[in-house]
């Protein structure tokens, strides 16, 4: 007999079997990226969800801690097709149910036929189906998290030293380490502030840039962080990664929409309109830019041609869908920290002169 099940919101109960115990819901979404599951796995916009892994073997190069992205796994729950004995016990040790022994092709088929869902998760000796199940129907949709960004983001004030070159005033929705480290490797300081800062609060750390991160959920929750893009429009250049694009694009005047089953994955193919370019990208959101509002779409997604990259020469403001830093996955657009600091030392030009 099984002692894990998947209830998914069409109905179906899959068979599967516990490596970590517990009983848990979210938004069921898969990755397509073949390593980096440590980054994934502690990536924080992962937060409310349930993380499938496309490729087959999850583990295979054991858990180093060095390489996480946050502090805590993320997702609520982890399935593999088959997971080995390092990252059960791992995810086990975090109170994150973990389950394998399941066609995950038949999930990602899954979604990506009927759309992320609500998915119902009970692994360990005593779980039943009907258990999943009621955790499935009491699933929320990701846009009613409305305050999701508490979950991951810094509860006060942190400074990042890196050299002091520049200070970098950053919003934290569920920031990933390594966009920290993109910038701190640059001479930038940076000062990550809470997802609900007010613009007192980045006022006081006198930035050069104001950097929106990435984050899970909708958003149109972040209702502070776009308050702070809206105060400092045209005043302060402004960069964001994912949920930073979106966020700031809602702020000044654009809109955002939920996709099907969003991007998430290392090998997302985005185009540079200004230079013809398509470089590799690594990828995780479920929703998309739709109206641009004042900002000019620079790149595109070649395999739909949603919005991946903005700018606006006006406004200095600089924005990418997909995640520059990677970790893991290709490095082709690191360059786009680089791009962030030049706003940086335009500021201090013009604020010279």
């Known amino acids: 007999m099984s002692d894990a099940y998947i209830a998914l919101a069409d109905g179906r109960v899959l068979e599967a079997r516990a490596r970590a115990p517990g009983r848990t819901r979210g938004e069921l979404v898969f990755t397509t990226a073949y390593t980096g599951y440590e980054e994934s796995l502690t990536d924080p916009s992962y937060a409310e969800q349930i993380l499938s892994f496309s490729y087959p073997l999850i583990g295979n190069y054991g858990v180093r801690t060095e390489r996480f992205e946050s502090e805590s796994v993320r997702p609520n729950a982890a399935v593999a097709r088959e997971m080995t004995d390092d990252v059960a016990d791992w995810l086990a040790a975090e109170g994150v149910p973990a389950v394998d022994h399941v066609d995950t092709r038949e999930i990602v088929t899954t979604v990506r036929e009927e759309g992320a ?22 699933c929320e949709p990701m846009s009613d998290h409305v305050d999701i960004g508490a979950q991951v983001s810094v509860a006060e004030p942190t400074v990042h ?5 520049a200070d970098v005033a950053l919003l934290d929705c569920g920031a990933k380490g390594s966009i920290i480290s993109s910038l701190t490797d640059r001479g930038a300081d940076v000062h990550v502030l809470p997802y609900d800062a007010t613009p007192e609060d980045v006022a006081a750390v006198g930035p050069d840039v104001l950097f929106v991160s990435n984050g899970p959920g909708d958003p149109e929750n972040f209702v502070a ?8 429009a045209g005043d302060l250049p402004m960069a964001g990664i994912c949920l930073g694009q979106q966020v700031i694009t809602s702020a000044l005047g654009g809109s955002t929409e939920k996709m099907a089953f969003g991007h998430r994955g ?9 230079t013809d370019k398509v470089v590799m990208t690594t990828q995780n959101h479920g929703y998309t830019v739709d109206d641009t509002g ?9 395999n739909d041609d949603t919005v991946e990259g903005l700018d606006s020469e006006d406004l200095d403001v600089i924005t990418r869908q997909y995640h520059p830093e990677a970790n893991p996955g290709p490095h082709d657009s690191l360059g786009f920290f680089d791009e962030v600091l030049d706003l940086a030392t335009s500021s201090r030009r013009v604020a010279a002169d």
């Open 266 to 274: 290392v090998n997302q193919p985005v185009k540079d309109l200004r």
């Open 161 to 165: 030293e890196g050299g002091g070159d």
């Open 117 to 138: 869902m609500a998915c119902g998760i009970a692994a360990g000796p005593d779980a039943t189906a009907e258990d999943a199940v009621e955790a499935m129907e009491a």
């Open 225 to 232: 962080a776009q308050a702070v893009v809206d105060e400092f």
């Open 294 to 302: 004042p900002l000019e779409v620079t790149q595109v997604n070649v």
